[in-house]
Nanobody, 127 residues
């Protein structure tokens, strides 16, 4: 079982900054891509930023130049530094992890990849 726990959300004024963290724990063999998504009321969940195991990143056009995603592989943690926040950044932010786990079946061990989600953290930007 793998758990993702997010932290760092809150209320901030427009132009301010927040840093989100998401720590993965449990029976983890390795973590491939990590990402941050957000969902505003009445809207679909959208990708905000993602980072591969090799460190390559991609961002939604709406956050380029303002948000930075990073990861600490030793801590199984992904971060999202959010600067110059705008009212339209208000949403629940979710982290996502592509996690490889080992599962034993008799004398054989298999490696599987699963998608895990955090519980979400609210970010509210007041204008």
């Amino acid at each position: 079982q793998v758990q993702l726990v997010e932290s760092g959300g809150g209320l901030v004024q427009a132009g301010g900054s927040l840093r989100l963290s998401c720590a993965a724990s449990g029976s983890i063999f390795s973590i491939n891509a990590l990402g941050w998504y957000r969902q505003a009321p009445g809207k679909q969940r959208e990708l905000v930023a993602a980072i591969t195991s090799g460190g390559s990143t991609n961002y939604a056009d709406s956050v380029k130049g303002r948000f930075t995603i990073s990861r600490d592989n030793a801590k199984n943690t992904v971060y999202l530094q959010m600067n110059s926040l705008k009212a339209e950044d208000t949403a629940v932010y979710y982290c996502n992890a592509e996690v490889q786990v080992l599962e034993a079946y008799g004398s054989r061990i298999h490696r599987y990849e699963y998608d895990y989600w955090g519980q979400g953290t609210q970010v509210t930007v007041s204008s």
